[in-house]
């Protein structure tokens, strides 16, 4: 059964930094896209940033500059540095890739989530 994984969560100063992981288990083919979204109290699920198999990013525009995701296909995880953090960034973090996980499927994958608080 396919798994996603996330870690690296915690509370954090304004100012501060935290790096999420993510680690994919289980029988998969190939992995596709990679990204982090978020999902903060009262509020819809976001995009936070992406990364595609040719290593091509984007952002929300409210993270640019501060934050940086990035992977390691050899080791199948996905990383968030997220810096200069600010109390906006507190949210769930949720780890998403687009697998392929047989010969005929291919779909998206979610983890649980891992919180950021952003507070002094």
């Known amino acids: 059964q396919v798994q996603l994984v996330e870690s690296g969560g915690g509370l954090v100063q304004p100012g501060g930094s935290l790096r999420l992981s993510c680690v994919i288990s289980?029988?998969?083919?190939?992995?596709?896209?990679m990204g982090w979204y978020r999902q903060a109290p009262g509020k819809q699920r976001e995009l936070v940033a992406q990364?595609?198999?040719?290593?091509?990013?984007n952002y929300a525009d409210s993270v640019k500059g501060r934050f940086t995701i990035s992977r390691d296909n050899a080791k199948r995880m996905v990383y968030l540095q997220m810096n200069s953090l600010k109390p906006e960034d507190t949210a769930v973090y949720y780890c998403?890739?687009?697998?392929?996980?047989?010969?005929?499927?291919?779909?998206?994958?979610w983890g649980r989530g891992t919180q950021v608080t952003v507070s002094s």
């Open positions: 289980g029988s998969i083919f190939s992995i596709y896209r």
């Open positions: 998403n890739s687009d697998l392929q996980v047989s010969v005929f499927r291919r779909s998206d994958y």
């Open positions: 990364i595609t198999s040719e290593d091509k990013t």
